[in-house]
């Protein structure tokens, strides 16, 4: 069992930042791949970015260059840094591991951008 715990949401004006962080508790050895998903009010839960074992990782083309994410050397964090945030990236923010086959999700984090 793999546990994900989200903090560092919240409200925040376009064009200011947030960094959230994933902490992963449990079985994290043979985490595959970790990664940041949203979904906002009536919408579909989309990927935002994953950060793969061998340290390489992919950025959804509609955050590409404003967000960021990375990992801890403990390989117990996982981390979101926005930049530039718009209205539309209004959502909530889980975190989602894959560990041999078997995927975990955290509770999720509200954050909202609006002035």
């Known amino acids: 069992q793999v546990q994900l715990v989200e903090s560092g949401g919240g409200l925040v004006q376009p064009g200011g930042s947030l960094r959230l962080s994933c902490a992963a508790s449990?079985?994290?050895?043979?985490?595959?791949?970790m990664g940041w998903y949203r979904q906002a009010l009536g919408g579909q839960r989309e990927l935002v970015a994953r950060?793969?074992?061998?340290?390489?990782?992919n950025v959804a083309d509609s955050v590409k260059g404003r967000f960021t994410i990375s990992r801890d050397n403990a390989r117990t964090t996982l981390y979101l840094q926005m930049n530039s945030l718009k209205p539309e990236d209004t959502a909530v923010y889980y975190c989602?591991?894959?560990?041999?086959?078997?995927?975990?999700w955290g509770q999720g984090t509200q954050v909202t951008v609006s002035s």
């Open positions: 449990g079985s994290i050895n043979r985490i595959n791949v």
């Open positions: 989602n591991a894959i560990r041999i086959g078997t995927t975990y």
């Open positions: 950060f793969y074992s061998n340290g390489n990782t």
